[in-house]
T-cell receptor, first 111, second 114 residues
Framework: GQSLEQPSEVTAVEGAIVQINCTYQ??????LSWYQQHDGGAPTFLSY????GLEETGRFSSFLSRSDSYGYLLLQELQMKDSASYFC????????????FGKGTRLSVIA | SAVISQKPSRDICQRGTSLTIQCQVD?????MFWYRQQPGQSLTLIAT?????????ESGFVIDKFPISRPNLTFSTLTVSNMSPEDSSIYLC???????????FGPGTRLTVL
């Protein structure tokens, strides 16, 4: 089976840094992705880690440790518009199944 | 990037009826994916639609309930048949970017079954 665990909710202050963790148990693993979804919107791709280490894209960074089956998304200089749900997703080598999604973390940025 | 449109954007349907959701992509793609997302929940893959072959359904989803068509490389439909209130959800279609890292999602169809 496949399972991904991430916190259900996180609250952080505007301008601060927040880290959203994701642990996974999957049969096979290609890489870990992160998606952002605003209320009423479609999920949009943020980052992908296929190898261990840190990937940085502007204010967002994502980290992967394959040996620990663990990754995180780091959001810096938080802005109100970052309030959204964030999903980690694992690419697995299983037929046509592209991604297995976590349950999502709802981030609320407060003033 | 791929631009994906879906019709309808939302609908309210009566129990026992069926609704067909259309998904149009602005480029040719091999695989199209249909997901369901219940309010406040994660995305669950319903099926993968390949042009020219039968769709591949995930565990818990069957063709009689969710028939899919894929007549060409830019279009697909998902039908939700014999609907019940438990089918109330957002239905999203999705495609992979070349290279298979990123997925693009349509805006979703918000379905409410009374």
């Amino acid at each position: 089976g496949q399972s991904l665990e991430q916190p259900s909710e996180v609250t952080a202050v505007e301008g601060a840094i927040v880290q959203i963790n994701c642990t996974y148990q999957t049969s096979g693993f290609y890489g870990l992705s992160w998606y952002q979804q605003h209320d009423g919107g479609a999920p949009t791709f943020l980052s992908y880690n296929g190898l261990d280490g840190l990937e940085e894209t502007g204010r967002f960074s994502s980290f992967l440790s394959r040996s620990d089956s663990y990754g995180y998304l780091l959001l810096q200089e938080l802005q109100m518009k970052d309030s959204a749900s964030y999903f980690c997703a694992v690419r697995v080598p299983q037929g046509n199944t592209p991604l297995v999604f976590g349950k999502g973390t709802r981030l609320s940025v407060i003033a | 990037s791929a631009v994906i449109s879906q019709k309808p954007s939302r609908d309210i349907c009566q129990r026992g009826t069926s609704l067909t959701i259309q998904c149009q992509v602005d480029s040719q793609v091999t695989m199209m994916f249909w997901y369901r997302q219940q309010p406040g929940q994660s995305l669950t893959l319903i099926a993968t639609a390949n042009q020219g072959s039968e769709a591949t359904y995930e565990s818990g989803f069957v063709i009689d309930k969710f028939p899919i068509s894929r007549p060409n490389l830019t279009f697909s439909t998902l039908t939700v048949s014999n609907m019940s209130p438990e089918d109330s959800s957002i239905y999203l279609c999705s495609v992979e970017a070349p290279g298979g890292i990123e997925q693009f999602f349509g805006p979703g169809t918000r379905l409410t079954v009374l």
